[in-house]
């Protein structure tokens, strides 16, 4: 059973910087695709960014492009988002999931991810 933790959530103002990480080990990243979610209260879930099995492709939701980076850091065997530039309306519950499976096209898809973490706040101010 996989058990995932995000962590780095947190409460900033408009334009701050946070860094939410996801545990991912070495011995399994180059057969995961890990993608990270929100869920605004009231909202459905929604893509925000996917990393590729071994780290080869990354992807990312319109409304997030050129602010967030989805990455490996292989010194604390994470894949982390880094959120520059945040706004209000980034204020959600921020999931990280994980496949096995060789995604495709079908990253944005929460129904192919096979294990989801309990969700970490990120609550922007204006």
């Known amino acids: 059973q996989v058990q995932l933790v995000e962590s780095g959530g947190g409460l900033v103002q408009t334009g701050d910087s946070l860094r939410l990480s996801c545990p991912v080990s070495?011995?399994?990243?180059?057969?995961?695709?890990v993608g990270w979610f929100r869920q605004a209260p009231g909202k459905e879930r929604d893509f925000v960014a996917a990393l590729s099995r071994g780290g080869g492709r990354t992807y990312y939701a319109n409304s997030v492009k050129g602010r967030f980076t989805i990455s490996r850091d292989n010194a604390k065997n994470t894949v982390d988002l880094q959120m520059n530039t945040l706004k209000p309306e980034d204020t959600a519950v921020y999931y990280c999931a994980t496949s096995s499976a060789a995604l495709g096209s079908n990253f944005e898809r929460r129904i192919v991810y096979d294990y989801w973490g309990q969700g970490t706040q990120v609550t922007v101010s204006s």
């Open positions: 070495a011995r399994t990243f180059s057969t995961t695709t």
